[in-house]
Every structure is written in structure tokens, then in C-alpha cells.
């Protein structure tokens, strides 16, 4: 078939698309963000703001979670790997005291089988430096990254930056209080709580809920403003019609992204997807370079050319409904945690098929495992039936990760991708002659002259960027540059100083846009 490349994106479809993956990472429903976003819409007109107001407001709310997955490494020892159900048992209980969350947190641990006390928890919640603070800080770090690449203005990327102050000063990263947290935050935390609580408690226990949290997470004039328009606030809200209710409900009317950004925007999505592991950062971009080199050389259309390249840059969007315990398992899986692999190629197809402009892709971003004998998944698809467009795709999807450093095994060298992507061309799982073709396309890439470093970063510190972008510790990485491990600690600071980011999580992300790994 012929893919269609749309000359615009709009925005709030983009948007939209990425806080339905952001769902997912969080252990909720399709479509809780845009609910969230609904509610705070209705709360954001209760006071009575503009316009430009409500237009902060909605991209806020939608893309508060755009950072969610860059911390799923950092909570592997915290949670057993169940990051996604980590992040299910904070949504509802997150905006309450540290104490009455650490109580919440325990029962999750001690189910998970991770020692752990209520103090301990309360200490890692509270403290500047504490687990709570790290998470929270590479969270924004991230998010305010991702949304400055979709082109969101100050105000939103501002408000995302700040995502998890608290109205008494206990939140974080900055520990703002009372109005100097912007007000889409404000609102959108409110707004979240409205759609969780009364989905999953009722309107009583959110309404009790509220008062509790009054004037110590929330602005307590939102409060009031609820209290006092609850009935417009709480209106039905049609879940089989709320992708295209948000959409219409755009303050100001539609924004688009150009044809000439629309790489860009799409790019996003996949440094979104990639962050979820410290093995996974660059793949997708990889995949799309290495799919697109080989669409031209086996004489596809440039229609078709561009779609396959687009399609590897969302295929792994789905990716963040999986936990990390899965992602960064050491050994073999069981069938169980197969299963859960699988479903992440059908979270990318059900994310991208609500979008007009992107639903063209869908079907071919979702093949990325599907083999010409139907061994492949999640539909099992067969010959005829995959055109070629999806046979690069796969073949390219299959190169880069073997090309890559996995928690299994170690990065295999070209030599061996070489015979083993030929293996299953012979077996009839991979089209041959679409294999050649990306096999050259992977050959021994130029690499970045010495001295042309961005942010002024050494070679030295860019060597110490890659590994710490893989989630390798200070020890891990002293031992692999033969330094000590103070000398690495000088080196990360340096790092953080000169890319102006204080985590792991956004560093990596700097690596990835910069082409460092």
C-alpha cells in the first residue's frame, strides 16, 4: 500500500496521543489524562480565567506525565521492577500527607516482596534528597525537555517544571508554596484528583478527600471553586466520545504543527518511549535511520520512505504499560511475562489509532514483530500480507536491538547480527533481500570529531554521559574507564553543570538529542 504523509499535526492529537501512553505508565484507564483534562477545563471556567488561561491549563494537564517513564530505572530497587504499579497506588493517594502514602506504600512493598517500614518510606517521601525528590526532580527535568520540543510555550513548560509542589510547601522540586506554584499545576492537581477518586471511591470519599487536603495540597480557592460549581465541575463525562470531546474542547481553537517539525514532534515520541530503560535510549531513532536508509536503497517511494522512518519513531510508544521488572530482566522470561512483552505492540496500535493524522501509520508501526512465517505478533501476520514497508521495519527493529546493549547479554558486534539477521531471512521469518539492505545501511557509521562535543563537554565527559545514560553506577563506571570513582563523581558534576540538568533520567535525554550514544 501507499502511505499518505499529512503536511500538518495538530497539537492537541499529538498531545493527546502522548498522555494515553502516559496512562499506561501510570497504571490507569486509557483516557484518564483527558478526562483529568475535562475537569480542569470546567474548573479552570468556574474561576473565570481567558482564554490563554484555559489553552495553559490544557496542555498541562494533558502532558503533567510526559516524564513519567525516565524515572522507571531509579524505582527497580524501590518497587521489585513494578514501576506502572508503583505509580497506580500514588495516583490515588499521592496528594496526601507523607504518612498516611507511606502506609499506602508498605502494604505495595510488602506484597512485592521488598523489605521495607514505614519510616523508612516516610524518610525517602520527605526528604530534599530522598527518593521522592530525586523522582519528582528527573520527572519535570524531562517533561519540560519533551514539551519545549513540541513547541509549548513558556507558561506550559514552566508549569511542568513544577509538577509536584504542594500548596503548603511540602512538595517538590523546589519546595514552592501558595501562589508561586503556577496555576495550571494548581489546577491540574486538583483536576486529577477529581477524576480518580471519583471513578474509584465515589463523590462522597473524594468530596471528604478534598476537605482534608484543603490548604494543604490544593489551593484551597480551587477547593471552594469546586465545592461551590460541583454540579457543572462533576457533569457526565462521555467516555465513548472523550478523544474527540477534549479535541474540540481546544481553548482558542486548533494549533498545528507544520510538515517542517513534524519529524521533530514525532521524535519526541520517541525519546518518550526509549527513556523507559537505560538500554532502550536511541533505539527508535536508530530503527527509523536505519529503516528509512534501507526503504531508499530497496527503491520505495519517498512517501513510503518518510512513513516507514515515521512509523519506527512511534513504534515503541506502547512500551510504557510494561514494567520495568520485565524491561530490565537479567534471565530468561517466564510465558507469563512474554505475554505482558506482546501487549506492548498492541498499546502502540490502540494509542495511535485514535489519531486522524497518524492513524495512516498505525498499522505499520504496530508490525514491528510481525515475521513473514506468522511466528511474529501480536496479530501473527503472514507473507503476502506484510507489504514492504513493514518488512524494513522489522528488519530494522530486529538489527538495532541486537545491535544494543540488553540486561541479558552484552551489545553483539556487527559480525554476529550479520549471521544471525541472515538466519532468519533463511528461515523464512525476515524478507532476504530487505535484510541486505538494512545490514548495509548498519555499517560502521562515521563517528563525532574530537572537539565538536555539545555544551562544551570533553571526550572524557562524554564517555562518562554514555555509561551514566545506561544507568551505570559510579563504581560501574570507574571500573570500565580504569578511573576512581571520585574522579567520575568530578566528572557527572561537570556534566550536570554544563548541560544544565541535575539527574540521570534528563541527562540521558540529552545524550539522545544530541546523537552522543
Same mark, same amino acid.
Given at each position: 500500500?501507499?502511505?499518505?504523509?499529512? $503536511?500538518?499535526?495538530?497539537?492537541?492529537? #499529538?498531545?493527546?496521543?502522548?498522555?494515553?501512553?502516559?496512562?499506561?505508565?501510570?497504571?490507569?484507564?486509557?483516557?484518564?489524562?483527558?478526562?483529568?483534562?475535562?475537569?480542569?477545563?470546567?474548573?479552570?471556567?468556574?474561576?473565570?480565567?481567558?482564554?490563554?488561561?484555559?489553552?495553559?491549563?490544557? =496542555?498541562?494537564?494533558?502532558?503533567?506525565?510526559?516524564?513519567?517513564?525516565?524515572?522507571?530505572?531509579?524505582?527497580?530497587?524501590?518497587?521489585?521492577?513494578?514501576?506502572?504499579?508503583?505509580?497506580?497506588?500514588?495516583?490515588?493517594?499521592?496528594?496526601?500527607?507523607?504518612?498516611?502514602?507511606?502506609?499506602?506504600?508498605?502494604?505495595?512493598?510488602?506484597?512485592?516482596?521488598?523489605?521495607?517500614?514505614?519510616?523508612?518510606?516516610?524518610?525517602?517521601?520527605?526528604?530534599?534528597?530522598?527518593?521522592?525528590?530525586?523522582?519528582?526532580? $528527573?520527572?519535570?527535568?524531562?517533561?519540560?525537555?519533551?514539551?519545549?520540543?513540541?513547541?509549548?510555550?513558556?507558561?506550559?513548560?514552566?508549569?511542568?517544571?513544577?509538577?509536584?509542589? @504542594?500548596?503548603?510547601?511540602?512538595?517538590?522540586?523546589?519546595?514552592?508554596?501558595?501562589?508561586?506554584?503556577?496555576?495550571?499545576?494548581?489546577?491540574?492537581?486538583?483536576?486529577?484528583?477529581?477524576?480518580?477518586?471519583?471513578?474509584?471511591?465515589?463523590?462522597?470519599?473524594?468530596?471528604?478527600?478534598?476537605?482534608?487536603?484543603?490548604?494543604?495540597? =490544593?489551593?484551597?480557592?480551587?477547593?471552594? +471553586?469546586?465545592?461551590?460549581? @460541583?454540579?457543572?465541575?462533576?457533569?457526565?463525562?462521555?467516555?465513548?466520545?472523550?478523544?474527540?470531546? #477534549?479535541?474540540?474542547?481546544?481553548?482558542?481553537?486548533?494549533?498545528?504543527?507544520?510538515?517542517?517539525?513534524?519529524?521533530?514532534?514525532?521524535?519526541?515520541?520517541?525519546?518518550?518511549?526509549?527513556?523507559?530503560?537505560?538500554?532502550?535510549?536511541?533505539?527508535?531513532?536508530?530503527?527509523?535511520?536505519?529503516?528509512?536508509?534501507?526503504?531508499?536503497?530497496?527503491?520505495?517511494?519517498?512517501?513510503?520512505?518518510?512513513?516507514?522512518?515515521?512509523?519506527?519513531?512511534?513504534?515503541?510508544?506502547?512500551?510504557?504499560?510494561?514494567?520495568?521488572?520485565?524491561?530490565?530482566?537479567?534471565?530468561?522470561?517466564?510465558?507469563?511475562?512474554?505475554?505482558?512483552?506482546?501487549?506492548?505492540?498492541?498499546?502502540?496500535?490502540?494509542?495511535?489509532?485514535?489519531?486522524?493524522?497518524?492513524?495512516?501509520?498505525?498499522?505499520?508501526?504496530?508490525?514491528?514483530?510481525?515475521?513473514?512465517?506468522?511466528?511474529? =505478533?501480536?496479530?501473527?501476520?503472514?507473507?503476502?500480507?506484510?507489504?514492504?514497508?513493514?518488512?524494513?521495519? +522489522?528488519?530494522?527493529?530486529?538489527?538495532?536491538?541486537?545491535?544494543?546493549?540488553?540486561?541479558?547479554?552484552?551489545?553483539?558486534?556487527?559480525?554476529?547480527?550479520?549471521?544471525?539477521?541472515?538466519?532468519?531471512?533463511?528461515?523464512?521469518?525476515?524478507?532476504?533481500?530487505?535484510?541486505?539492505?538494512?545490514?548495509?545501511?548498519?555499517?560502521?557509521?562515521?563517528? @563525532?570529531?574530537?572537539?565538536?562535543?555539545?555544551?562544551?563537554?570533553?571526550?572524557?565527559?562524554?564517555?562518562?554521559?554514555?555509561?551514566?545514560?545506561?544507568?551505570?553506577?559510579?563504581?560501574?563506571?570507574?571500573?570500565?574507564?580504569?578511573?576512581?570513582?571520585?574522579?567520575?563523581?568530578?566528572?557527572?558534576?561537570?556534566? =550536570?553543570?554544563?548541560?544544565?540538568?541535575?539527574?540521570?533520567? $534528563?541527562?540521558?535525554?540529552?545524550?539522545?538529542?544530541?546523537?552522543?550514544?
Amino acid at each position: 500500500m501507499a502511505y499518505a504523509c499529512p $503536511a500538518r499535526l495538530r497539537l492537541a492529537e #499529538v498531545i493527546s496521543a502522548l498522555s494515553l501512553a502516559t496512562d499506561l505508565g501510570l497504571g490507569q484507564p486509557l483516557a484518564h489524562a483527558l478526562r483529568t483534562c475535562v475537569f480542569a477545563l470546567r474548573l479552570g471556567r468556574a474561576l473565570s480565567l481567558s482564554d490563554r488561561g484555559l489553552a495553559d491549563i490544557y =496542555y498541562t494537564t494533558l502532558l503533567r506525565f510526559i516524564g513519567c517513564t525516565s524515572e522507571s530505572h531509579e524505582l527497580l530497587a524501590f518497587t521489585a521492577g513494578d514501576d506502572v504499579g508503583f505509580r497506580h497506588v500514588m495516583v490515588a493517594v499521592g496528594n496526601d500527607t507523607p504518612a498516611e502514602i507511606a502506609a499506602h506504600l508498605t502494604r505495595f512493598m510488602t506484597a512485592a516482596e521488598v523489605h521495607s517500614d514505614v519510616r523508612g518510606i516516610r524518610d525517602a517521601l520527605e526528604s530534599d534528597v530522598g527518593l521522592g525528590a530525586q523522582l519528582a526532580v $528527573a520527572h519535570c527535568e524531562v517533561a519540560t525537555m519533551l514539551a519545549t520540543r513540541l513547541g509549548l510555550g513558556a507558561t506550559v513548560c514552566n508549569a511542568l517544571a513544577h509538577a509536584f509542589e @504542594r500548596w503548603d510547601g511540602r512538595g517538590f522540586p523546589g519546595g514552592r508554596s501558595g501562589e508561586e506554584i503556577p496555576l495550571p499545576v494548581r489546577v491540574a492537581v486538583v483536576a486529577r484528583d477529581i477524576e480518580v477518586l471519583t471513578r474509584t471511591e465515589g463523590v462522597e470519599q473524594m468530596r471528604d478527600a478534598f476537605r482534608r487536603r484543603r490548604d494543604r495540597s =490544593y489551593d484551597p480557592r480551587l477547593v471552594d +471553586a469546586f465545592l461551590e460549581h @460541583r454540579g457543572d465541575v462533576l457533569a457526565p463525562v462521555d467516555d465513548r466520545t472523550i478523544w474527540d470531546d #477534549v479535541l474540540r474542547a481546544e481553548p482558542g481553537g486548533p494549533v498545528w504543527i507544520p510538515s517542517e517539525r513534524i519529524d521533530a514532534a514525532l521524535t519526541a515520541f520517541a525519546d518518550f518511549a526509549d527513556a523507559k530503560t537505560p538500554f532502550t535510549l536511541d533505539h527508535s531513532r536508530r530503527v527509523a535511520e536505519l529503516a528509512e536508509t534501507a526503504a531508499r536503497d530497496l527503491g520505495l517511494s519517498s512517501h513510503d520512505s518518510t512513513a516507514v522512518r515515521r512509523a519506527a519513531l512511534l513504534h515503541d510508544i506502547g512500551r510504557s504499560g510494561i514494567a520495568n521488572a520485565i524491561w530490565e530482566q537479567r534471565g530468561a522470561l517466564s510465558v507469563a511475562q512474554w505475554e505482558r512483552v506482546r501487549l506492548h505492540v498492541y498499546y502502540t496500535e490502540r494509542i495511535l489509532a485514535h489519531c486522524d493524522d497518524l492513524r495512516a501509520l498505525c498499522a505499520l508501526a504496530s508490525s514491528h514483530h510481525e515475521r513473514l512465517d506468522g511466528s511474529g =505478533y501480536h496479530r501473527g501476520t503472514r507473507g503476502a500480507d506484510l507489504d514492504m514497508p513493514a518488512r524494513v521495519l +522489522a528488519a530494522a527493529d530486529a538489527c538495532q536491538a541486537m545491535l544494543q546493549e540488553r540486561p541479558h547479554r552484552p551489545a553483539r558486534k556487527l559480525d554476529d547480527v550479520v549471521r544471525e539477521l541472515r538466519r532468519e531471512s533463511s528461515s523464512g521469518r525476515l524478507d532476504g533481500r530487505v535484510v541486505e539492505a538494512v545490514l548495509a545501511a548498519a555499517g560502521a557509521p562515521a563517528g @563525532r570529531p574530537s572537539g565538536t562535543n555539545p555544551a562544551k563537554l570533553t571526550d572524557r565527559e562524554v564517555e562518562v554521559l554514555r555509561l551514566m545514560a545506561r544507568g551505570h553506577s559510579n563504581r560501574e563506571m570507574a571500573r570500565s574507564l580504569n578511573i576512581t570513582p571520585k574522579t567520575v563523581g568530578h566528572h557527572v558534576q561537570h556534566i =550536570y553543570d554544563k548541560i544544565g540538568v541535575s539527574t540521570r533520567a $534528563a541527562a540521558a535525554v540529552f545524550a539522545v538529542e544530541n546523537h552522543l550514544l
